[in-house]
């Protein structure tokens, strides 16, 4: 006999802005279908979770992008972002639909409202995860079992966290650790607008005014080519933006030189910034901490400069210069200029 009979299926909170879906539910939900497919036996279903104002068009590119099914939650005071409704309206889906299992990426929102809601309905929650599998040794007792892996002390471990007493199963994943699978439009699938019962329509915060943060250069996760400012090129940033503008790419930069000062929290990748896949990374005078290459180490094609020929980041690059960034990265924008003069 199954340990909760009651609950089933993988549901995916569909996380939005301005109406529009962030690509990190639709990477989750691509995940999820590669998970449920491992378990065909269960027949379990794919579920996106979307709430917000004006949000009901967006259900069709739900399913196109993968899920069986969407639950809407389509209201007003779902317009921004705010603990109080979302959670509430959350809670009350889970409680409606019984999933087994429910994933939202770990973005600011994410972080905020999943244990918001874990803690509501006393389910456990395993926070900012890389890595999720169902434990096939527990398919036979009728259980779909979530192994939800996520860097540990420091991010020098990882540790697989299990819930096997509560459901749904919660976790936060990572934006960019899954692949977001090709949009199929002649997907179909059951849409169901659901209608919270909301315990005040009061808000307890008032937003006053919101103001767009300034972002120099585009937003580091959806560039196609990075170069990496590392402690060992602080004194070339200036080339290292030459470099970038040449290929068109962004700059980002590691932790170290973020705490220095050099350069803004926006662009630090790696367990304590953001997680990039660019089609080209080039690592300029970074050592290759774990912490650091967590953040970037599925990026396509890696090119490390560094003049320490044992340093860690050449064990992950495709391509490695060994010398001091002051002397190689000249002579690459030099090529690189070369090349599109050509
Ligand atoms: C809990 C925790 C979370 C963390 N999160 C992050 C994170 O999200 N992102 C992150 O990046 N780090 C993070 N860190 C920090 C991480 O451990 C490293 O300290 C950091 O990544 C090192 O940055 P770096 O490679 O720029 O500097 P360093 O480790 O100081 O390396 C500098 C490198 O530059 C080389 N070098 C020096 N001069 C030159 C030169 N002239 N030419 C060529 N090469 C040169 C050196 O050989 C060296 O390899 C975290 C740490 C902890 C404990």
Redesign the pocket.
């Known amino acids: 006999m199954a340990k909760f009979p009651d609950y089933k299926d993988i549901y995916v909170f569909v996380e939005q802005k301005n109406g529009e879906p962030a690509e990190v539910g639709y990477e989750l939900i691509s995940e999820a279908r590669k998970l449920v497919s491992t378990i065909p036996n269960m027949d379990y279903k794919v579920v996106g979770v979307l709430l917000g104002d004006n949000v009901k068009d967006k259900a069709e590119e739900v399913i196109a992008h993968g899920a069986d099914k969407v639950i809407i939650v389509d209201d007003p005071l779902l317009k921004d972002y705010s603990t109080q409704f979302y959670a509430d309206a959350l809670t009350q889906i889970i409680k409606e639909f019984k999933p087994d299992s429910f994933l939202t990426g770990a973005t600011v929102l994410g972080r905020d409202l999943a244990p918001r809601v874990a803690a509501r309905i006393n389910a456990g929650l395993t926070a900012d995860a890389t890595k999720i599998d169902i434990d096939q040794d527990k398919v036979a007792d009728g259980e779909a079992l979530l192994l939800v892996t996520r860097p540990t002390f420091?991010?020098n471990l990882f540790g697989t966290i299990v819930c096997p007493d509560t459901r749904p199963q919660m976790a936060t994943i990572r934006p960019k650790v899954f692949d977001m699978a090709p949009i199929d439009e002649t997907r179909t699938g059951e849409i169901i607008e659901f209608k919270p019962e909301w315990e005040s329509t009061t808000p307890q915060v008032e937003i006053m005014e919101t103001v767009a943060k300034a972002l120099e250069g585009v937003d580091i996760t959806k560039a196609n080519i990075l170069v990496g400012v590392?402690?060992?090129?602080e004194h070339s940033i200036e080339t290292i933006k030459e470099c970038a503008k040449e290929l068109g790419g962004e700059v980002c930069a590691?932790?170290?030189?973020v705490e220095d000062g050099f350069m803004d929290k926006d662009v630090?990748?790696?367990?304590?910034?953001k997680t990039v896949r660019p089609s080209l990374y080039i690592a300029c005078?970074?050592?290759g901490?774990v912490?650091?290459v967590a953040?970037m180490e599925k990026s396509d094609m890696i090119i490390a400069?560094?003049?320490?020929p044992e340093?860690e980041i050449f064990k992950i690059a495709n391509m490695g210069f060994v010398g001091?960034?002051?002397e190689v990265l000249p002579l690459l924008v030099e090529e690189i200029k070369k090349a599109k003069a050509a």
């Open positions: 420091g991010g590392g402690r060992g090129a590691t932790r170290a030189v630090q990748v790696g367990q304590t910034g005078g970074i050592s901490a912490q650091h953040g400069i560094n003049r320490d340093a001091n960034v002051d």
